[in-house]
T-cell receptor, first 111, second 114 residues
Framework: GNSVTQMEGPVTLSEEAFLTINCTYT??????LFWYVQYPGEGLQLLLKATKADDKGSNKGFEATYRKETTSFHLEKGSVQVSDSAVYFCALRTSGSRLTFGEGTQLTVNP | GAGVSQSPSNKVTEKGKDVELRCDPI?????LYWYRQRLGQGLEFLIYFQGNSAPDKSGLPSDRFSAERTGESVSTLTIQRTQQEDSAVYLCASSLRYRRETQYFGPGTRLLVL
C-alpha cells in the first residue's frame, strides 16, 4: 500500500534559518506528491505539488523536488519567517482520489 | 467566495451516542472527501464522493460509520454508538471533478467522546 514518512517534529528554528523537512514515500504506480500546511487555527492548505519525477514544486519561498530514485520530496526554504510557524504535511496521491498523508511536522520559528 | 465549511466546529458526546457531522463544499465542486485526524497522527482517508455516489468508501473504519451526500452539495458523516477511539478531528475537503489533485479543506469538526 501507499505510505508517507516525515521527519519527526517539532522543529524549532530562528528567523532566517534554513529549513528542511524530510519526506519519503512508498507507493504503487507513479504518485503525485504534495505539501500541505496548517497554520494555527486554520484549515489545511495546499502549499505546493509535483506530479512527475524531477518536477520542482514551489510557493511562498518553499520548494520541493520529486526524486523518484530516492522516493523523496523534501521541503526546503532558504530563510524562514515567524509567519511560517505551522504544521506541515507531506502527502501523495496515486490513481485513486484519496490523499495519503504523513504524520505532520510542527515548525516553530522564533524571532 | 466561501470555502469549505463544517459544523459543528466542536462536539462533545457521551460514549454510545450517535453524532452527525456536516460539510458544505465549495460551490461547483463535485468531489467531496472525508478524512480523520487523530491526535498526533496524520490524516486518514474515510470516504470519497463524486456527486452523490461514493465510489470509494474503503476508509470507513467500521459499520458504525456512514456518510451520505445530497446531490453535489452537503454531506453528512454519521457515527453511531460512538466510542472513545472515535475522538478525532474530522476534516472535509472538496475539489473539482477533473482537478482531484487539488483538494480544499474545511476547518474540521473536533469530536470528543467521553
Amino acid at each position: 500500500g501507499n505510505s508517507v514518512t516525515q521527519m519527526e517534529g517539532p522543529v524549532t528554528l530562528s528567523e532566517e534559518a534554513f529549513l528542511t523537512i524530510n519526506c519519503t514515500y512508498t507507493a504503487t504506480g507513479y504518485p503525485s506528491l504534495f505539501w500541505y500546511v496548517q497554520y494555527p487555527g486554520e484549515g489545511l492548505q495546499l502549499l505546493l505539488k509535483a506530479t512527475k519525477a524531477d518536477d520542482k514544486g514551489s510557493n511562498k519561498g518553499f520548494e520541493a523536488t520529486y526524486r523518484k530514485e530516492t522516493t523523496s520530496f523534501h521541503l526546503e526554504k532558504g530563510s524562514v519567517q515567524v509567519s511560517d510557524s505551522a504544521v506541515y504535511f507531506c502527502a501523495l496521491r496515486t490513481s485513486g482520489s484519496r490523499l495519503t498523508f504523513g504524520e505532520g511536522t510542527q515548525l516553530t520559528v522564533n524571532p | 467566495g466561501a470555502g469549505v465549511s463544517q459544523s459543528p466546529s466542536n462536539k462533545v458526546t457521551e460514549k454510545g451516542k450517535d453524532v452527525e457531522l456536516r460539510c458544505d463544499p465549495i460551490s461547483g465542486h463535485t468531489a467531496l472527501y472525508w478524512y480523520r485526524q487523530r491526535l498526533g497522527q496524520g490524516l486518514e482517508f474515510l470516504i470519497y464522493f463524486q456527486g452523490n455516489s461514493a465510489p470509494d468508501k474503503s476508509g470507513l473504519p467500521s459499520d458504525r460509520f456512514s456518510a451520505e451526500r445530497t446531490g453535489e452539495s452537503v454531506s453528512t458523516l454519521t457515527i453511531q454508538r460512538t466510542q472513545q477511539e472515535d475522538s478525532a478531528v474530522y476534516l472535509c475537503a472538496s475539489s473539482l471533478r477533473y482537478r482531484r489533485e487539488t483538494q480544499y479543506f474545511g476547518p474540521g469538526t473536533r469530536l470528543l467522546v467521553l
